[in-house]
Nanobody
Framework: QVQLLESGGGLVQAGGSLRLSCAAS????????MGWLRQAPGKEREFVAA????????FYADSVKGRFTISRDNDKNTVFLQMNSLKREDTAVYYC??????????????WGQGTQVTVGS
């Protein structure tokens, strides 16, 4: 059974930084691309960033490009999201997810429970 456990969320001032982690188990982690998505109150879940199985390809939503960095450590079965220059509109629950293939398709098969990120003024 696939399990994804996100951590690192919290309350931060605008302009600050947070680093999210997602520890995966129950799968051969290095065989899958991974993604981060988020859902703000009253809004639909939206794509944030994705990374291929080797880490060689990364993709970002326009709203976070240049501020967020996705990375992975296949030895530790963990994917990260470094978030810098945070804005109030980044406030959301952040989810990590397993893509269905080693390359990024944006089609996710498993999800974590989410971690709350709140950006204050």
């Amino acid at each position: 059974q696939v399990q994804l456990l996100e951590s690192g969320g919290g309350l931060v001032q605008a302009g600050g930084s947070l680093r999210l982690s997602c520890a995966a188990s129950g799968l051969t982690f290095s065989n899958y691309a991974m993604g981060w998505l988020r859902q703000a109150p009253g809004k639909e879940r939206e794509f944030v960033a994705a990374i291929s199985w080797t880490g060689g390809s990364t993709f970002y939503a326009d709203s976070v490009k240049g501020r967020f960095t996705i990375s992975r450590d296949n030895d530790k079965n963990t994917v990260f999201l470094q978030m810098n220059s945070l804005k109030r509109e980044d406030t959301a629950v952040y989810y990590c997810a397993v893509d269905r293939t080693p390359v990024v398709t944006h089609e996710y098969t498993d999800w974590g429970q989410g971690t709350q990120v709140t950006v204050g003024s």
